[in-house]
C-alpha cells in the first residue's frame, strides 16, 4: 500500500463545521465553571492518587465566590481571595468513623488548588474523603491504600489508561473504569492533556467541532493556559467520575508540555513562542497543581526535579513510574520521513550511528541505573513499569508508508535510542530467576499490544501496551491517508499494515490498531493478564464510535505472562473476582 507523505500535525487535525450532539455534556465554560451558583465551590470534583501503605493524596479544587466587583476566580485567571478548606478521610461513606482531618488553604498562588498528603493510615484499606469551605461540602470521594504489607501477598489489579485528547472523543473509557469496583487504582501513563488549539492545529472527529472544544482556543504556552487545560479535564464529567472513584497514579508524557519533546525542546515549540524551559515549567507547575501527584524524595540522583519513583505490593511486586521527557536527548530527525518522527534504519550511517551512540540517551543515567537497582535488589515477584513511550523494538515496514523496502522505527520510542534500549534490556535478560520478572505497562502509540521483550534472544520480559482514550490511533490515520473510504475499507487496510508490522516483528504477539479504551492489568504470583477493553469496529452506520458519549469500551482480548516464563501468552477470557478485597 502507498501512503502519501504526510506530517503529523496535518493527518492530526479535524476540518469541517460543527454538529450539535444533543446527548453530549454541556461544552466547558471556565466562568460557568468557577461561579458558585454553576457548580459551586467544589465545581472540579475530588481526586486522589499515590497511594502507598500508610499514605495518599487527596485533591481537589476549592473556588472562591466572587464578591461584588471581583472577577471571577477562573483557573488561570490569578484571581480570588485565599479560602480555608476542611479535609476529612473516614472508614465509611457517612464519615462516621473519621480517621484523619485537618484545614489547608488554598490561593491564587496555587490556583486554588488543594492537596494534602494523608498520612498514617492502614495498608490495603479502603478509605472515604471530602473537603468542606464557605458551608460547603465536595463529593464524597473513594480510596484505598497499597498492599504494602512485608511477608504478605494480596489481589492487585488497575486500569492502565494513556492519551486522553479532549477534542479527540468523549472519555466513556473513564467511565467504565469508574463503574468499576474492582480496582486497586488507575494507571495513566502520560498525555492526559494535550497542547493543540481549536484552529489548524486540532484534531479528532469532525462531528465534536464546536461541541467539544479545547479551553483555551489556541495552543497553550503560558501558566494561565495550562491551568485552564487541565480545568477543561477536570470538568468533564467521565473524568471527575473515574477520579472520584479511584486513586490515580501518573506520570506524563510530552503533550502534557509539547509533541515529542525532549531536554531543551520540542517538536511543537518554535522559536517565536517564547522560551521553551519557561513553557516547560508553566506546564510542570500547572501539572503538579491539578493531578493527584506527589513529588518523591528529592536527594535520590538525579537531574532537574525527580519524578519518577517506586510503589510496592508487599511480596507480589512493585511498580517503577518512569519519566523519560525532562533530561532525554533530542530525537534523531529524517526531514524525508513520510509520517513525522519516523526514520529509516540501514540508508544513512549517519542516522544509524546517532540512533546507536550511546551519548544520548532517553531516561537520564541515573535514572537508568535506579531502574536496573530495582530490578536486582528487591526480590520480588513482578517488577511492573509504568512507562511512557514502547521498550519493545518494532521495525515498521517502508512498504506500508510509501517508501518501498526500508525499514522505519519511531524516534521518538526507546527504538531512538538503541544504547540504553540494549543497555536495560540486556540488564533484565541477565537476571536470575530468584530476582523476578518484568512487566512493562506502555501507552503513546495509540494502539494496543503484547509482546515479549528479548535480550539477543534471552528472555527479557513482556510489554503491553494500552490503547488511546481518545487520540487519533492507526486506524484514523490510515484512513485520512486514503482520502475517507468507507470504514470498513480504512479497518481492513489497517489490519493489513498492522500485519505486516507483527510479521516483520515476531516478538509482538498482538497488535490492534483499531479500538480506543483501556486495558485492566491483573496481577497474582502465578500471572499477569491484560484484558483489552475497546470500543467497537467502526462500521458505514457508526464510523466513529468517539462522538457517541454512550459507547464504552468493552471487552475485547485478553493476554498474559506466566511467572518464570518472561514470555507473552494468550489468556482465555477476562480476569475474574479478585482473591480478596481490601479492609
Known sequence: MSLPQIQRRTVLKGVAAATAALAAPRVFDAAAAAAPAGKGVFGYGVASGDPTGTSVIIWTRATPPARPGERIAAPGSGCGRSIPVQWQVARDERFTRKVAHGTVHTSADSDHTVKVDVTGLDPYTQYYYRFHSLGEYSPVGRTRTAADIPGEVHALRMALVSCSNYTGGYFTAYRAIAERDDLDFVLHVGDYIYEYGNGADRYGPKELVGVRDAQPATEILGLEDYRLRHALHKADPDARAAHQAHPWITIFDDHEVANNAWADGAENHQANEGSYLARRNAALKAYLEWMPFRLPDQSVSHRGTRFFKRFSFGALGDLSVLETRQNRSKQVSYPQSPLDGFVPIGVSPAI????????????????????????????????????????????????????????????????????????????????????????????????????????????????????????????????????????????????????????????????????????????????????????????????????????????????????????VSAATGPVGPRTDQPR
Not at 494496543?448 to 520480559?461: E, F, K, V
Not at 503491553?464 to 475517507?484: A, H, K, M, Q, W
Not at 480504512?490 to 479500538?515: C, E, F, H, M, S
Request: aromatic share 8%; proline share 8%.
Open 352 to 567: 544509524d550511528g546517532a540512533l546507536a551512540s550511546p551519548q544520548r540517551h532517553l531516561p537520564e543515567p541515573e535514572q537508568l541505573t535506579w531502574i536496573k537497582d530495582g530490578v536486582s535488589t528487591t526480590g520480588r515477584r513482578w517488577h511492573l513499569f509504568g512507562n511512557q513511550v514502547m521498550i519493545t523494538p518494532v521495525r515498521y515496514p517502508g512498504s506500508a508508508l510509501g517508501a518501498g523496502n526500508v525499514l522505519f522505527v519511531n524516534a521518538d520510542q526507546w527504538d531512538g535510542y538503541a544504547a540504553d534500549q540494549a543497555s536495560l534490556l540486556g540488564h533484565l535478560g541477565a537476571q536470575p530467576a530468584a530476582a523476578g520478572d518484568v512487566v512493562v505497562l506502555t501507552g503513546d502509540i495509540h494502539s494496543s499490544w503484547a509482546a515479549d521483550l528479548q535480550a539477543g534472544g534471552t528472555p527479557a520480559g513482556v510489554e503491553f501496551v494500552t490503547p488511546s482514550v481518545t487520540s487519533d490511533g492507526f486506524y484514523e490515520i490510515v484512513r485520512s491517508f486514503l482520502g475517507n473510504p468507507a470504514p470498513e475499507t480504512a479497518v481492513g487496510a489497517t489490519r493489513q499494515i498492522t500485519g505486516a508490522v507483527q510479521q516483520l516483528n515476531p516478538w509482538v504477539k498482538y497488535l490492534d490498531g483499531v479500538g480506543h479504551g483501556f486495558t485492566v492489568i491483573d496481577v497474582t504470583p502465578e500471572r499477569v493478564q491484560a484484558d483489552f477493553h475497546h470500543t467497537p469496529v467502526p462500521t458505514s452506520a457508526a464510523p466513529d464510535p468517539r462522538v457517541n458519549p454512550g459507547v464504552l469500551p468493552t471487552y475485547t482480548r485478553s493476554f498474559r505472562t506466566l511467572a518464570g516464563t518472561r514470555r
